[in-house]
Every structure is written in C-alpha cells, then in structure tokens.
C-alpha cells in the first residue's frame, strides 16, 4: 500500500472550498445531471425546473472551481463534467451513500 502524501495548507484550503461548493444542492444536482454529457444552459435549466440565470451563476462557479467546462457549438455553450476525476468522485459518493442506506436498512 503506497503512503498518501498530506497536502499542503494551501492545497487544503482549496480542496476544503471545492467541497463548499459542492455543499450547495442545486450545483450538485447541476453535475449529476451532466454525468452523461455536456448539456446546453437552456436543457439544464428546463430540466432541473430552475431559471437560466441561476444555472449560469452556478456553472460560473463550477467552471471556476475546474469542476465543469464549457464548449462553444455555434450560439450555444454545451457543459459538462471537467474530467473523470469529477465523474468518478460523485458516481463513487452516490454509490458510498446507497451502501450506507442498505447498511442501515439490514
């Protein structure tokens, strides 16, 4: 088993702050629904039941934090997961969680 190395405060503070961000419902709800593609702010809108302008404020902040990116087709910008660092995180937590919820069920 290799040792893991301890991130420096700085890394910390900046890791600490990506999981703020991800303490926020509707931007989770946001990169669950771009697990299987990139996705246009209007279909992430219409959706999720949420207005334009709140979408782009939160993939604002998920770009910014390199959890998301955007792509540019002709008039639309499509988004999606940054990279499978992100995908795998949020499969692996929503898997971790279900095995919590069968745990206590037994």
Same mark, same amino acid.
Do not use: G
């Given at each position: 088993m290799s040792e893991t190395r301890v991130p420096s405060v700085q890394e910390v503070s900046v890791l600490?702050?990506? $999981? !703020?961000l991800l303490g926020d419902p509707t931007r989770l709800r946001i990169l669950f629904y771009c697990l299987d593609g990139p996705k246009p702010v209007n279909d992430i809108a219409a959706s999720l039941d949420l207005s334009q302008t709140l979408v782009s404020h939160h993939l604002r902040l998920l770009r910014a934090a390199r959890l998301m990116k955007g792509e540019r !087709?002709?008039? #639309?910008? $499509?988004? #999606?997961?940054?990279?499978?660092h992100v995908s795998d995180m949020l499969t692996d937590m929503a898997i971790h969680m279900n095995e919590e919820d069968a745990e206590q069920e037994a």
């Open positions: 600490a702050e990506t $999981f !703020r !087709r002709s008039k #639309q910008v $499509f988004y #999606q997961l940054a990279d499978c």
